[in-house]
């Protein structure tokens, strides 16, 4: 089950006895386990009958606090955040007297297991829970799937951005690996309160605000290299580095935004159309547009060459001190 799915099975009110919260986004997990925890309290915390374990605990006491008889409150509502139970190993035989518990889970009890590996389905407790309460994956958004979620944000915020805003905030999170929403709702919370008492975000608003994340520089930096301004990407590196931002972070970055270029002039090259780029890349056609746009400000042996002197960057700022020197070489080599 998707986490929208989920999200909206628990606000209608239908709550299963066993849950296991799987994947990489947490910021979904935790809304998720938010949610759980009030539709069955009424709070998401103060309830006397609610236990938070940061790992997983003892299986004797796990199934004490499940059959035990709740004394004050109506329910025993009990949350594993990080758990080791569904790694690929064997069943453990004290996992026995647990699963004969979730076999028979009793009316007042509720387990909510999270975790941020990937389960291994073939074992006996994820098939358990699969039979007898609900199992929901929580992946990093897709670039294709930001647009719509960040206006259902902003709606729930009862604030608007202007459509240049939410281009460039896609462009910003087009050259992320994968998107965060912890940082991306982190960034919009400090958005509206830098626009309060207004109720719009302007583009100018969000350049402002998110100047200092390194995604930001990596793009204003790519953007002076297509243009040959040596002088102003050599500035933008040097205020990163200033900021306290590591050598391996930034090759990182700019790694993933070349290759992405590289990809991009080859088929470009090859007569694809934007919408064929846009489906191979998994962005926006107006993001394709812009990297159509940097890819020519190069050409195709320099990016090639790129990418081995970035490959190469790599290697000697892990095992050495150049690191500045490195990149500082790698960007007067690129605007050649």
Known sequence: MDYAKAYS???????????LISGQERYMAYELQKAIITALTGSDEGYSGLTIFQDDPDVEDMVHLLESVPFIADKNVVVVQDTKLFKAKSDGQEQGKLIRVLENM????????????????????????????????VNSLKLNEARQWLYGYLESAAIKMKPDAMDYLINILSIMPAISLGFVVNELEKLFLYIYPEETISSDAVKTMLAKVPEVSVFAMLEALSEKNVGKALSLLDEQLRDGQHPLIIVSMLAYQVRRLLQTKEMAGKGLPNAELSRRLKVPLFVVDKLIKQSRGFALPRLK?????????????????????????????ICK
Do not use: C
């Open 305 to 333: 060459q790129a990418m081995i002197e970035l490959t190469k960057a790599n290697s000697e700022i892990k095992f050495s001190s150049s690191g500045t020197v490195s990149l500082e070489k790698i960007i007067i080599s």
């Open 9 to 19: 099975q628990i606000k209608t009110g239908k709550i299963q006895h066993i849950y």
């Open 106 to 137: 009793p009316e007042y009890s509720y387990l909510i297991w999270m975790t941020k590996e990937n389960a291994d389905k073939r074992r006996k407790l994820y098939k358990l829970v699969e039979k007898f309460g609900a199992i929901i994956e």
